[in-house]
């Protein structure tokens, strides 16, 4: 019977645990990163979730002679903002965790 009450133990911890993981999902989406290229020609805003939330444009950088030039710029700031806030959401999750695979939980 001693192992019962270990195993209550650990789904009251597996279930603070998930508490937790969905905080830390509220806490990313509310989260904002912001990315820049082109010496802040083009940025780009995004939550902790990946989703992106605004570009923003100097107006220097639109031209009609240099339309490949703002296409790459875009391209730079949004894979920047991806990068900032894949790496926020992992570091937070770690934080509940303990470095373990979020999809255990």
Do not use: C, H
């Amino acid at each position: 019977m001693k192992g019962m009450g270990n195993m209550g133990k650990l789904m009251k911890q597996a279930q603070e645990m998930q508490a937790k993981m969905a905080r830390v999902q509220e806490e990313l989406e509310a989260t904002e990163v912001e990315a820049s290229a082109g010496g802040g020609a083009v940025t780009v805003v995004m939550n902790g979730k990946q989703v992106m939330l605004s570009i923003r444009l100097k107006p220097e950088a639109v031209s009609a002679e240099d339309v490949e030039i703002l296409e790459d710029m875009i391209l730079a700031a949004y894979g920047e903002a991806r990068k900032k806030a894949e790496d926020l959401a992992q570091a937070e999750l770690a934080k509940v965790t303990g470095g373990l695979p979020p999809g255990l939980f």
